[in-house]
């Protein structure tokens, strides 16, 4: 199947629209001096379930059969995905199973429970994912939705940047955080179809590099130990989203974990958003690299907002 194109994202924004939130796009004057540009932030942070993840699984489920969609959606997930997946499945009126590693954060099991999904819990590496999701398949014949290698998936994130195009089509750079590259995917298709011109970014932990080396190296290079607070962006890219992010992105910046805590912080301070570390970093990888977009007029995928309070990253716990 031929990589998605602009078509598919208006198609997916048409079908996902009534289930939705267009979120907004704010501006801080102290978040432009920080970083020595002109940013416009696409609140993703304010979508249902929290997250951008939502548009992607929207547009997943709403596109199966009937007969197909009643025997259920299936994924592994850590949290986003699984939230999205469960929430879109209910929408739809059909069973969701979601297999999580059994040590995730309490707040992201009672998540993806509350939205309805079965979990069924594994251990944590990708090998018993893999192997808990495949045994669970076997059992419901549910069809799997990957969170992030599926066509899609990546046409419905790409809403997200189509939204902020419509609104802001005279964006000089337009920049997204990316794990496995489905929301930078999309975005990417999105930009590059409506602005030409436009310089596309992505950003990513420097503690989970592999995209940066991967494009480096000409093919996927897996990260076999991510090392990172960006709990969203630990995963490896996929055969369908690499290729995209080699055609379309000019490159990918690094962010430290220190630059991410800092500006996860200080969006939190001074625009009033809540931001987990997966959003903060494009934020923190422009800080880190300022000559990059200095001067330009910048649109930043904010990708979600969903933080375990009790947790913070820049909180010293003591006992």
């Not at 709990?231 to 220190?258: K, M, N, Q, W, Y």
């Amino acid at each position: 199947m031929p990589a998605p194109v602009l078509a598919d994202i208006r198609e997916a924004a048409r079908r996902i629209r009534p289930h939705v939130h267009r979120t907004p796009v704010f501006t801080c004057a102290s978040l432009d001096h920080w970083l020595g540009a002109r940013i416009l932030l696409k609140c993703e942070n304010l979508q249902k379930v929290g997250a951008f993840k939502i548009r992607g699984a929207t547009n997943a489920v709403c596109s199966l059969g009937d007969d197909e969609a009643a025997r259920g959606v299936a994924t592994h997930s850590s949290g986003n995905h699984g939230q999205a997946l469960a929430l879109a499945a209910r929408t739809r009126g059909i069973p969701a199973h979601v297999v999580m590693p059994h040590d995730v954060p309490a707040v992201k099991k009672a998540a993806v429970a509350g939205y309805g999904a079965r979990v069924r819990y594994c251990e944590p590496s990708v090998r018993a994912r893999e192997e808990a999701l495949a045994a669970l398949v076997a059992e419901t014949g549910a069809t799997v939705i990957h969170p992030y290698n599926d066509h899609r998936i990546i046409a419905g994130q790409g809403t997200a940047a189509l939204e902020l195009l419509e609104e802001h089509p005279d964006l000089d750079v337009i920049i997204a955080p990316v794990g496995g590259g489905g929301l930078l995917s999309g975005t990417a298709i999105a930009a590059r179809a409506l602005s030409p011109d436009i310089r596309i970014l992505g950003a990513e932990p420097a503690g989970a590099d592999d995209a940066i080396r991967s494009l480096a190296a000409g093919h996927i290079i897996p990260c076999a130990q991510p090392r990172t607070v960006a709990d969203g962006l630990r995963g490896t890219l996929g055969s369908l989203t690499f290729p995209i992010l080699r055609e379309h992105v000019e490159c990918i910046l690094p962010a430290g974990e220190a630059a991410i805590v800092e500006a996860m912080r200080f969006v939190w301070e001074r625009t009033k958003l809540i931001i987990e570390p997966s959003a903060a970093v494009p934020v923190a990888a422009l800080r880190e690299s300022p000559r990059t977009c200095a001067g330009l007029k910048v649109g930043i995928i904010l990708s979600g907002g969903n933080v375990d309070l009790d947790h913070l990253p820049w909180v010293t716990e003591t006992r």
